[in-house]
């Protein structure tokens, strides 16, 4: 599973967060807002990506570690993260190879890729000193019509590709209790979770497919043969063309979740 994570993200880095919809940036900023992170304090960003929470990050404390699984991210965090005190480099979540102990762990939209969560949060406890706090961004509840759009992929996909929000209640993420007790489990305290509407908009149905293949829905198409792509999306077009407002954008409210505790 890391290999082909580490592949769909190497594919989409270049694209990743750049098609003109406001997303992954706000999230990660929402969570180093929710983290409360000082001048001074020590903050590793667990699959830092392009930078979206490493920069604020960086920015609020003084400096930062990020690590991520893809080189290309990598690469261009660095340059994201150009000018600031930051030590990037590729690293797996699962078991982080740094150094010493870290006031912050941060983790935005990385948590359900990851093949063990809880063994995951465990090694991040690890790294935490006495009192250090950890946060990480999932999605929460989403409308029935953008289930609708989703489930254009449900034919295609094995078990294990499923989108996180919608495997139903047996996923630690399908509710804020699930993904508390989660994190609970990896021996953190002081569990909370704090919510946020996030509008997303889309001009058309052709930037949300552009949108879709430069983010980690790009490995749901991949399991959609060839010769089926366009009738699948032509049916995601349809299904969109519903949503679409009074403005002329398609849109949805996508709730985010940030799940808050300390070591």
């Known amino acids: 599973m890391a290999d082909g994570v580490k592949e769909t993200f190497d594919a989409v880095a270049d694209e ?126 989403y409308s029935e019509s953008w289930q609708a759009v989703d489930d254009v992929f449900k034919p295609y996909l094995p078990r294990d590709l499923a989108d996180p929000r919608t495997t139903g209640a047996e996923s630690p993420f399908a509710s804020d209790e699930g993904v508390e007790r989660l994190v609970g489990s990896a021996g953190f305290t002081d569990v909370r979770t704090i919510t946020h509407q996030l509008p997303v908009r889309f001009t058309d149905p052709d930037q949300w497919y552009r949108w879709s293949m430069s983010v980690g829905q790009r490995r749901m198409w991949m399991q959609v043969p060839e010769a089926e792509r366009d009738g699948v999306r032509e049916q995601a077009a349809d299904r969109l063309e519903l949503m679409r407002e009074t403005d002329g954008h398609i849109g949805f409210e996508q709730t985010v979740r940030y799940t808050l505790a300390r070591r």
């Open 16 to 141: 990743y967060d750049a098609v003109g919809v406001d997303f992954f940036r706000p999230i990660a900023r929402g969570l180093v807002k929710a983290l409360d992170i000082r001048p001074g304090e020590r903050v590793l960003d667990v699959g830092c990506g392009k930078g979206a929470a490493l920069v604020p990050a960086a920015e609020a404390a003084g400096s930062a570690t990020g690590i991520d699984l893809s080189p290309r991210m990598v690469e261009l965090a660095k340059e994201a993260a150009a000018g600031l005190d930051v030590d990037v480099r590729v690293g797996d979540a699962m078991a982080p190879d740094v150094e010493g102990s870290f006031d912050v762990v941060c983790s935005s939209l990385v948590l359900f890729f990851l093949p063990d969560p809880a063994a995951a949060l465990a090694a991040w406890n690890g790294l935490l000193r006495d009192g250090g706090r950890v946060g990480v961004s999932t999605f929460g509840p």
